[in-house]
């Protein structure tokens, strides 16, 4: 009897003791799930007890200067998702094989998502409202009221198809900007989403619409951009025709900057491509062996075309870049009278450093020059002799006063920087070389940029692309600012050397650039495109009117083998 009782007891024991280590497990784990827990499974509450639909804003629209041609816009349409929990059983195949033929989709892929457990599955996105409209009617002929969402979105435009492609860029199938001026702005133009959220029960269905809240999206602001579209569609236009009458293999770019204000009147690079469909194929030939090409040939044929080379690539600009040498050398008291016979003589070339570097006509030489002779006939000893004169020190001061030792801060993405040597490792040689634009690399926007402080008197003004900001609430606007950079020369000294300019075009070897009635001033340049290319590039940088600067324009061709070739202009022949 004893033992039946102490048996008794220590069973009993066994047993508190149990039920006791099974309650402090159990407040283990809620205290577990309560603290350390409790935030992750409180959002998951959330999202199991929410159908969230976000509603996209409409992106900003994009103006050329005039404010009444529109560059890109954003049109409605819609977006079609599903809540697979709140369709029956019994009609998910019936609305799945709806779905894939309406809106051309896979039967299989479409059928999954509406049985898939998930609390909402996107079936298409930017339909026209043409088919949504259908999808309406057919769920209403077959009492289907819930678990089908239409949504209205928005879908980017591009009315001028491939004006100025490679400034404006384009948008993701999120709306997201990828290139250009769509990249640049995103956080203006795109906006800031809304959402309609309903609360659910366990299983996912809907209770009522009490619950349910409304979240209004803020749409994107509007830009108003320097492109002019008149002068950017003629500049395209003429581009095309010299990169196939020159059969220009490497394509060429032109840049219209105002020197007033750094305004880009025009951008164009050849060859360009129809920003609704950015990644097909963008000229003939391409189209031809589309479909036949890997996706990697695909991608850098596309890749190509969107880089913009105005900013992106560098070159060498050749004899353009002695107007930036005559400005220095005027400013600096070297020459005082741009016309004084005999102050230069040119033999056929001459030795720097052990090294003769030849006058490109070496075998006629220029003889007695002045400054502005020498500039008319772009005669590399004399430009040389103008480096040395002012040294590495001081040309480099100039460098960087002409703000080409850095990037222009333009509002574009993907600009490159020169390509200089270190001012302590160059040499006679490089400055010699450096001095009639060779064996240095700039952008076409850095040799604009430093042609119109010539242009404008004096004045370093930073390249702008966007000159308006338009609130999408308020309306109101935000003028960009114009930057300046400080003055690189004086004013004296840019109008002697826009009479020089203008005696190239008038006289030199810029006279294809004359056009009646009008004073303008240039300067060609022709280089090698990198070394033992064989390949040239063959500039042109013109300014007008002289006698009050409103457009720099530079004309840059890559490698052009036409008939007529880089015409093997002075610079190529130093040797």
Known sequence: MAMTKLSSKKKMRTTLFVTFLILICLLVRIGYIQLIQGGELSTLAYQQQTLDRNINPRRGTIYDATGDNILAVSSTVETVTVNPGNIAKEDKEKVAKKLSELFELDYEKTLKKVTKRSSIETIIKKVEKEKTDELRIWMEENNITSGINIDEDTKRYYPYSTLASQIIGFCGSDNQGLDGIEAKYDEQLKGKQGAIQRHTDARGKEIGTEGENYVSAIDGNDLVLTIDVTVQSIVEKYLKEACIDNVCTDGGNVIVMNPQNGDILAMATYPNYNLNSPYEAYTDELKGIWDSIEQAEKTKNLQAVWRNKAIADTYEPGSVFKLITASAAIEEGIVTDIDKEGEFTCTGGIEVAGVRIKCWRYYRPHGAESLRLA??????????????????????????????????????????????????????????????????????????????????????????VVKEIIDSQTKEITEVPVKTNGTVISKETSEKVLSMMESVVSEGTGKN????????????????????????????????PIDNPQVVVLVTLYNPTGEGGHQRSEELQHL
């Open 375 to 464: 500039l008319m006939n772009s005669c590399n000893p004399v430009f040389i002799g103008l480096g040395q004169k002012m040294g590495v020190t001081k040309y480099y001061e100039y460098l960087e006063k002409f703000k080409l030792l850095q990037k222009t801060g333009i509002d574009l993405p993907g600009e490159a920087g020169s390509i200089f040597l270190a001012k302590e490792k160059a040499g006679p040689v490089e400055l010699a070389t450096i001095s009639f634009g060779q064996r240095f690399e700039i952008t076409p926007i850095q040799l604009v940029t430093a042609v119109s402080a010539i242009a404008n008197g004096g004045t370093s003004v930073q390249p702008r």
């Open 513 to 544: 650039a004359k056009v009646a009635g009008y004073r303008i001033g240039g300067k060609t340049g022709t280089s090698e495109d990198g070394v033992n290319t064989n390949k040239y590039v063959t500039s042109f940088c013109g300014v007008a």
